[in-house]
Nanobody, 117 residues
C-alpha cells in the first residue's frame, strides 16, 4: 500500500508561482511512475505532468513551459513547480503513483490551488 500526501496549495495572484509537494510513504520512485493531475469545479480530472521510473518527464500542452515536475529520492517526494499561473489553473491538484499491475494505482487527497486577484 502506497500513501501519498500533497501539500503546498493556496491562493496566488495571476502570474505568481507555487510549488506543490507529494510525499510518498516509502522509496517508490524506482518502481512507480508519478504524475500530477488536476480537477476544476464541474470538470473531469485531467493529467498535468508525469515522471517515469527512469526520470523522463512529460507535460500536458497547457502547462508546458510553465510547470516542472521533479523528484527528490532522498525525501521520497515529488514536486510540481508552477510558474506564470493563470486563473484557469485553479483546481484541486492530485498526486498519483502507478505501475502496470492490477490495483497498483494510488492517489493523494489533493491540494487546492486558487489563482485569483
Amino acid at each position: 500500500q502506497v500513501q501519498l500526501v500533497e501539500s503546498g496549495g493556496g491562493l496566488v495572484q495571476p502570474g505568481g508561482s507555487l510549488r506543490l509537494s507529494c510525499a510518498a510513504s516509502g522509496s517508490i520512485f524506482s518502481t512507480y511512475s508519478m504524475g500530477w493531475y488536476r480537477q476544476a469545479p464541474g470538470k473531469q480530472r485531467e493529467w498535468v505532468a508525469g515522471i517515469t521510473t527512469g526520470g523522463s518527464t512529460n507535460y500536458a500542452g497547457f502547462v508546458k513551459g510553465r510547470f516542472t515536475i521533479s523528484e527528490d529520492n532522498a525525501k521520497n517526494t515529488v514536486y510540481l513547480q508552477m510558474n506564470s499561473l493563470k486563473s484557469e489553473d485553479t483546481a484541486v491538484y492530485y498526486c498519483k503513483a502507478s505501475r502496470p499491475l492490477p490495483g497498483h494505482n494510488y492517489w493523494g487527497q489533493g491540494t487546492q490551488v486558487t489563482v485569483s486577484s
